[in-house]
């Protein structure tokens, strides 16, 4: 099957023909929890991480009842066996919401540039929601559309401080002056990023705050996130980087391999992902 599909309570059907009360306080406040998972080859990636977060998020928002993490694990593989086993490479949306509905949603994944031209927005991060995936987007969104009002791409969130943090869907990383790689630390208020996470796994990462007029002067840039992966920053304001630099190339190359190992991918060419460069795909490691 090719059209997006919904699982709410154990139900599947199509997406676009799922329907939840306009009473529920998911849709009427956006009072409830979601996760976006990367699905390669039917396989979803970091599943564990994704619902333990999610798990968090609704304990923080102090969602009725207890987290059903085993009604997702039971029901996910059926909805992406439905939806087309491995031949199905996309997203899939968890959400749980006040009234306890629970819904898993197949998504297209979103074709990304190989770069991003970041625009700053002044946002100040509400610390009562610190680490939590809320439905209560809006601010995130609207962000995007004033960096995007502007002519950029993609915004990038500045406190009325001038301390840098993250994008409204993604982590940054920055290549200092020095020659480090750097990242804000979580004690900015930004969100514990799965893919964060695993990049700094996988290389030397230092955890910093950078004002605006600092991260001007970097060498390189990236995003990180679960759809956009590695994706090379191409400016920053009026700050230009011409090209992809040597560090972002080697994180992109190291975090592919790592979804290779991850996923059990051995040989043969793979789709081209967000952050990748044509004719850089490290298949040698696979």
């Not at 502007?150 to 500045?158: K, P, T, W």
């Not at 972002?248 to 290779?260: Q, R």
Request: hydrophobic fraction near 40%.
């Amino acid at each position: 099957m090719s059209e997006e599909l919904a699982c709410l309570d154990g139900s599947t059907a199509l997406a676009a023909e799922t329907t939840i009360p306009v009473t529920d306080e998911g849709f009427l406040r956006g009072d409830g929890a979601f996760e976006v998972i990367r699905v390669y080859d039917g396989q979803p990636f970091a599943l564990d991480e994704h619902l333990e977060r999610m798990e968090r998020s609704a304990a923080n928002l102090r969602l009725p009842g207890p987290f059903p993490r085993e009604a997702y694990e039971r029901e996910i593989p059926a909805l992406l066996d439905v939806r087309g086993g491995a031949g199905f490479d996309g997203c899939l949306r968890l959400v749980l919401t006040r009234e306890g509905r629970r819904l898993a949603i197949t998504e297209q994944a979103k074709l990304m540039e190989e770069r991003v031209r970041l625009g700053l927005v002044t946002y100040a991060p509400t610390r009562v929601l610190d680490g939590v995936k809320s439905l209560s987007y809006a601010a995130n969104v609207l962000c995007s559309r004033l960096a995007r009002e502007r002519g950029f791409d993609e915004a990038l969130l500045v406190t009325p401080h001038g301390r840098v943090l993250e994008g409204p869907t993604s982590s940054l990383f920055w290549v200092d002056d020095s020659g480090a790689l750097c990242t804000p630390p979580l004690e900015d208020h930004i969100l514990a990023s799965i893919t964060r996470a695993h990049v700094m796994g996988l290389v030397e990462v230092t955890e910093r705050p950078v004002a605006a007029d600092e991260l001007l002067g970097a060498r390189e840039a990236f995003m990180a996130s679960t759809v956009r992966e590695v994706q090379s920053v191409a400016a920053i304001e009026d700050r230009q980087f011409p090209e992809t630099g040597e560090v972002t190339h080697k994180v992109g190359a190291a975090f592919s391999a790592h979804l290779d190992e991850v996923l059990g991918r051995r040989g043969g060419a793979q789709p081209q992902r967000s952050g990748e460069l044509p004719g850089e795909h490290p298949t040698e490691t696979r």
